[in-house]
């Protein structure tokens, strides 16, 4: 008769992060060949300066905000300021230091070289 | 044993709260889908925007990764077409791993409110987004009306 259960839990517990700007996932596509691996990555009308790649203990993260200036009176909207976010986890085969990023037209180029121990190697057969 | 009122309450807001959120979902279901990977160029058409600015209407459309040659717009009174296609650009020997932007062909038309001048569009490319401006023809300008 002296339990109390509670009825419900206290909000207090739950805590909630909350972002600045909606996030949204960018389409991808990644190629590789034996050289390098390339990340192909959609973020229209993001500049330059607004993304950030990061390279930590075999993660990728890429993070690309747009912020649209408003003309006018918004009549019709399909699309905002979003926050293009996406991390990938990369083998430890690339050369971290070697990695190249180009931005154009609205997509993000990731070059991310193999370093030379993970390149194919064939192995010479000697006749013995 | 008895059950006190602020318990109660509480567990009443505890429900208001699932109501709302499940009110919600709904809503927040069609938002996630619109920004996933892959459906940035369905053949339904880029995304875009419409803003009117008294004398001009501008449309910006989300086209990443095409280039001037692939876009095609045209206007015809107040009916504006834009059309458009992606190729996967691969480069040359390499394997695909993941191919999520997709290849279309895209066509989007509107009709636009107002009487446009269509001899007086313009449009640029940049960072992948089109910006359309279209100016309204005379007669449809706000206009002010002195009061006599």
């Known amino acids: 008769m002296k339990e109390r259960r509670d009825i419900a839990k206290k909000e207090e517990k739950n805590i909630e992060k909350t972002r600045e700007l909606r996030s949204a996932i960018p389409a991808v596509d990644i190629y590789e060949n034996e050289d390098e691996i390339l990340l192909h990555a959609d973020m229209p009308g993001v500049l330059k300066e607004d993304v950030a790649v990061n390279i930590d203990n075999g993660t990728l993260s890429l993070s690309g905000v747009r912020k649209l200036e408003t003309k006018g009176v918004l009549k019709w909207e399909e699309f905002n300021d979003v926050e293009y976010i996406r991390s990938f986890s990369i083998p430890q085969t690339i050369e971290t230091e070697k990695v190249e990023a180009e931005l154009k037209d609205g997509v993000l180029k990731l070059h991310l070289p193999k370093s030379e121990a993970a390149k194919p190697k064939q192995i010479e057969i000697k006749a013995a | ?148």
């Open chain 2, 1 to 148: 044993m008895f059950t006190r009122m602020s318990d109660i309450d509480r567990m009443f807001g505890a429900m208001d709260l699932l109501r709302n959120k499940m009110g919600r979902i709904f809503g927040d279901f069609d938002r996630s889908l619109d920004y996933g990977p892959g459906l940035t160029l369905s053949s339904s058409g880029p995304r875009t925007n419409l803003y009117e600015d008294g004398d001009t209407f501008e449309i910006r459309a989300e086209v990443p990764g095409i280039v001037k040659d692939d876009l095609n717009v045209s206007i015809q009174g107040n009916y504006l077409e834009i059309n458009g296609s992606r190729s996967l650009d691969t480069p040359e020997g390499y394997k695909i791993h993941r191919a999520e932007r997709g290849t279309s062909t895209f066509s989007r038309s509107f009709t636009l409110p107002n009487d446009v001048d269509a001899e007086k569009v313009e449009a640029n490319l940049k960072d992948g987004i089109l910006y359309l401006k279209v100016p309204k023809s005379e007669a449809a300008k706000p206009k002010q009306i002195t009061i006599g």
